[in-house]
């Protein structure tokens, strides 16, 4: 039986495809059943759990990048309303 889970080399094998499409429809249908407040609390998990998994120099840089692209678009925004 472990054999069939690792392929010659030792490696896992790739995953099935057909399994893969599968999870993926259910995962859509679900998200068109949620509420956007019920998808903003499920995402809001995510992110927290990501945020634990992360060192403090990762968490350092994905806010600088973060603020970069507000600052991006704001100005983006201030350039389309001058015009």
């Known amino acids: ?5 690792y392929d010659d080399l030792g490696m ?3 995953k099935n495809p057909h399994a893969q499409a599968l999870g993926s429809l ?6 068109k ?9 499920i995402a ?11 060192s ?3 968490l350092s840089k994905i ?3 973060a603020v970069a692209a507000r600052e991006r678009n704001r100005v983006q925004a201030k350039k389309g309303e001058t015009k």
């Open 56 to 58: 403090s120099l990762q």
């Open 26 to 31: 259910g995962g859509s249908a679900r998200a």
């Open 63 to 65: 806010a600088k990048k």
């Open 44 to 54: 809001s998990k995510g992110g927290k759990a990501r945020a634990q998994k992360l």
């Open 12 to 14: 896992r094998s790739p």
């Open 33 to 41: 059943r949620l509420s956007s407040a019920q998808m903003k609390k």
């Open 1 to 5: 039986m472990l054999a069939a889970k």
